[in-house]
């Protein structure tokens, strides 16, 4: 499961999703993908090349033409345990976002990867984090009132944080709502709300993979995220 922390950093952006869903049905090159998916083709370059980066997508040069390839034995399963991590027995529309967030997106700035929300982690960091609780079940829906989705820790996903030295105990004394999904504003995909993932952000806090920068919401990775969750 360590390997799974790269392929859902690569996966959460929205683009990048449609470009694989493209290759998916087969080889395509740039000028294909974005006359498909209408994006412009220095962006999809863009997420071609992180695409390539972590090993998801592979090319081929035919004359002057370079093809895009997906191995779809590989990633399909990936992409569909995703979907399910972010259904979380939910079929709720999601919201659009705002302009302001739509700038922020467009841009990639720095608070749109990693900020606080409250006491929480947010922004796409916060979305990954969530993807994989949900995805190696540590967390898992336990009810829906209309407005929010509530979590449950399972007795895995308990021992695994209180390894990683997240306050468990303290979050669930917590006279406050102990774990939600909470909308993120940039990604509009869920992150984890609540006194656990407050708990969480302290947690990767102090073990140096995030510092928050005074003054502002933006919060700083400076550390592995997969080594502490690995």
Known sequence: ?????????????????????????????????????????????????????????????IGRQRTYHVDAERIRPVLDALQSAQQAGSARPTPPRSAQAERLVRNDVPIRQARTCYDHLAGVVGVQLMDVLLARDWLVLDSDDGKRQHYRLTDTGRNA??????????????????????????????????????????????????????????????GSLSDWLA
């Not at 999703?17 to 290759?23: A, G, K, S, T």
């Not at 974005?34 to 592979?58: D, F, M």
């Not at 969480?200 to 102090?206: E, F, I, T």
């Open 1 to 61: 499961m360590e390997q799974l922390l790269p392929l859902i950093r690569s996966f959460a952006d929205e683009s990048r999703l449609r470009i694989l869903d493209v290759l998916l049905e087969g080889d395509a090159t740039v000028n294909e993908l974005s006359a498909r998916l209408n994006l412009p083709q220095p962006r999809v370059s863009s997420h071609l090349a992180i695409l390539r980066e972590e090993g998801i997508v592979t090319t081929e040069q």
């Open 161 to 222: 944080l209180v390894a990683r030295g997240v306050d468990v105990d303290g979050a669930e004394a917590a006279r406050r709502l102990h774990a939600f999904g909470c909308t993120d504003w940039t990604e509009r995909r869920h992150h984890l709300g609540g006194a656990l993932g407050a708990a969480v952000l302290s947690a990767l806090v102090d073990a140096g993979v995030a510092t928050r920068s005074p003054g502002t919401r933006v919060v700083a990775i400076t």
